[in-house]
């Protein structure tokens, strides 16, 4: 089994800053792409930022310049650092990885259980 922990979220004003974790644990064989969505209420869920396995980053145009995505491969772990936040970055962030458990698998991709960022005065 694999599991994705996140942690970090909580509340801030805007303009604050916080970091997100999201540690992999269990068999895995293999890691590929890990990343981070959110969903605000009433909204779909949004890719926020993502990272390949070689260090290649992708944002979301609104997080661009204010948010700063890495990974740590001997730990299986990926951060989200989110500086100047905003009201409307307010959502549930979901870490993901898409890995491989075991050797002649395919790859599947695992969720966090989310965590709550709430950005308000």
């Known amino acids: 089994q694999v599991q994705l922990v996140e942690s970090g979220g909580g509340l801030v004003q805007p303009g604050g800053s916080l970091r997100l974790s999201c540690a992999a644990s269990?068999?895995?064989?293999?890691?590929?792409?890990m990343g981070w969505y959110r969903q605000a209420p009433g909204k779909q869920r949004e890719l926020v930022a993502a990272?390949?396995?070689?260090?290649?980053?992708t944002y979301v145009g609104s997080v661009k310049g204010r948010f700063t995505i890495w990974r740590d491969n001997a730990k299986n772990t990926v951060y989200l650092q989110m500086n100047s936040l905003k009201l409307e970055d307010t959502a549930v962030y979901y870490c993901?990885?898409?890995?491989?458990?075991?050797?002649?698998?395919?790859?599947?991709?695992?969720w966090g259980q989310g965590t709550q960022v709430t950005v308000s005065s």
């Open positions: 990272i390949s396995s070689g260090g290649t980053t």
């Open positions: 269990g068999s895995i064989f293999s890691m590929y792409a």
């Open positions: 993901y990885a898409d890995l491989v458990r075991t050797y002649g698998l395919g790859s599947e991709r695992y």
